[in-house]
Every structure is written in C-alpha cells, then in structure tokens.
C-alpha cells in the first residue's frame, strides 16, 4: 500500500521539491514585473534584475539534483512527475528572456 509520501502530492509537498518551483516563479516574476515597468529593450548594462534572475536560476541546481537523488529511488514515478514540474518552471522563467532576447 502506497504511503501519503510515495504520492504525487506527498512529494511535491516537500521543500526540495517546492523550494526550485518557488525560484523559478519568483524567476519569472522579476522578469515580467522588469518588462511590464521599463519594456523589453536590452541594455547595454545587466541590472539587479538581470543578476538576481542569474543567481536563482543557478541556486535551482543543487536543490534540484538532491530532489532528483533523494526522492527518484524513493519514489520513482511521483518524483519523475515533480521533475517534470520542476523542468516547466524551469523553462516558464527563461522563456521570456529568450524570447525578448534580454
């Protein structure tokens, strides 16, 4: 019988999973919020934004290869889900600077 912690939710509620999530999210939202206040111009020189968008898209890479080392023997199938997720996010939050060429 499958515990609340071998589930797709039971994972996902753990902070290595939600911590990258949370990142990517707050990613995105330095970035659409920069956009929506000044437009999408590149400038010549990276602001805050630009430097704090680097630094939570790379502190998402240790937090992701624990989640992925601790939970996938765990709990394979759920976990391969919250990656999933987590790759989604991932993407979510570097889609508009690709997109806007920031």
Do not use: C
């Amino acid at each position: 019988m499958a515990t609340e912690s071998d589930t797709f939710r039971g994972v996902l509620l753990h902070p290595s999973a939600l911590i990258p999530m949370a990142m990517s999210t707050t990613a995105l939202a330095l970035v659409l919020g920069h956009i929506l206040m000044f437009g999408a111009a590149r400038e010549a020189d990276e602001g805050a934004v630009a430097h704090l968008w680097q630094i939570l898209m790379a502190a998402q890479v240790p937090v992701l290869l624990f989640f992925a080392l601790k939970w996938l023997p765990r709990a394979f199938r759920p976990a391969l889900g919250v990656l999933g997720v987590q790759v989604g996010a991932v993407l979510a939050a570097m889609a508009p600077v690709f997109y806007f060429n920031l």
